[in-house]
Structure formats: structure tokens, C-alpha cells
């Protein structure tokens, strides 16, 4: 998918809204393929490419609507392994997102980031929209 693809899909959450009773959507814009060499090394350059496009994608919504908060999700896990309750989608996006770039705009939060379940799987180019707050 190009970027401008991954603004659409991001336009489509938007105006989507929350009619199904929900408080967020997740969207995978795009999903690695491979990213391993035939003597069973990893390619580092993938996680690279995916924090490049998340960067250029981050740049024109930072055109569209200022600075993005920048959302470390290590200390929120480790809170919700504490036993804290967590609000979703900052629960499970801790599991796998490192970390967000978060933009405010019209009541909602729009979100960022690279994620991998665990070290063998795919990265990808996540998108959330929420209007829960994120953790403090």
C-alpha cells in the first residue's frame, strides 16, 4: 500500500465513528513480509522500513493536525502485568506496541505505531482511533 492508501484507511476510521458501540478501531495498514535470511539471521532493516513509513506517515498528519504526543507503551504494560486495569486498546496495544505517536482531533485520538506479537512474526504498520484517553 502506498501512503496515500494508508491516509485513506486512516480517513475511513475516522469517519467510521463508533455507532457499533465501540470505543476504538484497529487497522493494520500494512504487514511485513518475510524478514528473515536463509541462515536464519533477521533482516533489521524491516523494523527499519516500518519506523520509516510510520515517520512519513506521522509527517502528514502532523500537517493535518500539529505535533503528535509521543506514547512510550513499556511502563503501561508493566503496569497491567502489576495488575492494573488498563482501558482498552492501550491494554492490548502494550502487548505488542512499543510505542505510539498520537494526534487529538475532533474529540478522538489517532495513533501510530509499529507492532510485532513476538520476535519470529511479521512488524506492522498499525492505526488506532479511540476516544479513550490514553494512560497517564
Not at 5 to 19: K, N, Q, V
Not at 24 to 41: I, N, R, V, Y
Request: net charge negative; hydrophobic share 40%; proline share 7%.
Amino acid at each position: 500500500m502506498t501512503t496515500a492508501d494508508h491516509l485513506a484507511a486512516i480517513d475511513l476510521l475516522r469517519a467510521r465513528g463508533f455507532d457499533d458501540g465501540t470505543d476504538h478501531h484497529l487497522a493494520e495498514l500494512a504487514t511485513s513480509e518475510d524478514f528473515w535470511e536463509d541462515d536464519g539471521t533477521r533482516r533489521p532493516i524491516v523494523e527499519d522500513q516500518y519506523e520509516a513509513e510510520r515517520d512519513g506517515l506521522g509527517a502528514l498528519l502532523t500537517a493535518r493536525w500539529g505535533e503528535p504526543r509521543k506514547l512510550d507503551l513499556g511502563p503501561v504494560l508493566e503496569r497491567s502485568m502489576e495488575g492494573e486495569s488498563i482501558p482498552e486498546p492501550w491494554s492490548t496495544l502494550s502487548c505488542h506496541t512499543p510505542n505510539l505517536r498520537l494526534w487529538r482531533a475532533d474529540g478522538r485520538w489517532i495513533g501510530l505505531g509499529v507492532s510485532q506479537w513476538d520476535k519470529e512474526l511479521p512488524f506492522q504498520l498499525l492505526a488506532v482511533l479511540t476516544t479513550v484517553d490514553p494512560p497517564v
